[in-house]
């Protein structure tokens, strides 16, 4: 939550837990973790004085309780812990959906697992998502991994989503807001596709065509020919 002054895109801002003793005793115990964090220096004046504004959004809605953090003042960001009632969720308000980038994280208690998949249900597209659980649990709440495939670009298990790893598996992307468009991803070997549009040549003679589509394969790649991936020549 406080790693890099909270300054990832993955940064986890929103924690949503069933109301139990121990979803409880962990939102106290974050409370203390987070109520003893130094303030840290931002990557600018701009990005301080959003977090300032998204802090005071926050601090201001009857339905967000403040835990833990001191006052917001100076030129250092200062973290936060607040917790909203999971009815901004299932009643669509915005407050929620808007990120508040740095160093603050907002719990929500939901009462069963029907009320999750509600809450989960009224957010906007994200970039990620991770379930916390035992194997037993992962059975149990099998309509999660469905629902959040509908919701955002990566699903976790049992991990953190701030490291986002340079590898052809890894979409670092989600439905809007998350990304504009969500059929791409801004890190791993598919981010290539952001910037290429599919154009066709039809009727060209061999001499005319671009390097890569001439019959020699004079670039040597890999291409797929009649249905079959090859760097073969025609």
């Known amino acids: 939550m406080v790693q890099g002054c909270g300054q990832f895109c993955t940064n986890p801002g929103l924690v949503i837990g069933i109301r139990s ?23 600018n004046a701009g990005t301080l004085s959003s977090y300032g504004k998204g802090l005071q959004k926050l601090l201001a809605h ?8 001191s006052p917001q003042v100076g030129n250092q960001a ?7 009632d999971v009815r901004l969720l299932l009643e669509g308000d915005e ?3 808007e990120e508040v980038f740095g160093p603050t994280t907002v719990f929500v208690e939901v009462a069963d ?4 998949s509600a809450a989960l249900n009224g957010l906007h597209g994200q970039l990620t998502a991770t379930i916390i659980g035992e194997p037993a649990d992962f059975e149990q709440f099998g309509e999660l991994t469905v629902l959040l495939e509908q919701k955002v670009g990566r ?9 986002v790893e340079v590898c052809d598996s890894m979409v670092h992307g989600g439905p809007y ?14 981010a290539i596709d952001r910037f290429l549009r599919p154009v066709c040549f039809q009727n060209y003679p061999d001499s005319l065509l671009p390097e890569a589509l001439k019959n020699a394969n ?4 890999q291409r797929l020919v009649d249905g079959q991936p090859t760097r073969d020549a025609l």
């Open 21 to 43: 003793p121990q979803f409880s005793a962990f939102v106290q115990q974050v409370a203390g973790l987070m109520g003893d964090q130094p303030a840290q220096t931002m990557l």
């Open 95 to 97: 407050v929620l959906q």
């Open 113 to 116: 697992q029907a009320q999750l």
């Open 78 to 84: 200062r973290p936060q812990l607040f917790k909203a």
């Open 218 to 221: 004079p670039l040597g790649i």
């Open 155 to 163: 699903i976790l298990l049992n991990g953190y989503p701030t490291g």
């Open 62 to 69: 009857p339905g967000i309780e403040h835990l833990a953090g």
């Open 177 to 190: 807001p998350a990304t504009s468009d969500a059929r791409g991803t801004s890190v791993g070997t598919l």
